[in-house]
Nanobody, 122 residues
Framework: QVQLVESGGGLVQPGGSLTLSCVIS????????MGWYRQAPGQQREFVAE???????KFADSVKGRFTISRDNAKKTVYLQMNNLKSEDTAVYYC????????????????WGQGTQVTVSS
């Protein structure tokens, strides 16, 4: 079964750092753009960052210069390094992969993880 499993969330003080990880479980042949989104209470889910297979990166304006995104294709993992965190970064963070092909030729489009809570508070 193919799933996205996130980890690394938690409580951090303003100005602190956290690194989120998201791994694709299952027998995977290929996967393309990997990204992170977040949803604060009472808000819509919003784009945070993404990295393509060729490692082109995009960031939301609100996190540019503070967050970095990277991927390790051998580990089927995407990372979100978050620095200088602010209270407005508090949200549930979701991992997304736009396309996955398994070794048995199953395909998945727009797959989401279950989310990991990030709380920035003193």
């Amino acid at each position: 079964q193919v799933q996205l499993v996130e980890s690394g969330g938690g409580l951090v003080q303003p100005g602190g750092s956290l690194t989120l990880s998201c791994v694709i479980s299952g027998s995977i042949f290929s996967f393309y753009t990997m990204g992170w989104y977040r949803q604060a209470p009472g808000q819509q889910r919003e784009f945070v960052a993404e990295i393509t297979l060729s490692e082109v990166r995009k960031f939301a304006d609100s996190v540019k210069g503070r967050f970095t995104i990277s991927r390790d294709n051998a580990k089927k993992t995407v990372y979100l390094q978050m620095n200088n965190l602010k209270s407005e970064d508090t949200a549930v963070y979701y991992c997304n992969v736009d396309f996955i092909r398994t070794t048995t030729d199953q395909t998945f489009h727009d797959l989401w993880g279950q989310g990991t809570q990030v709380t920035v508070s003193s």
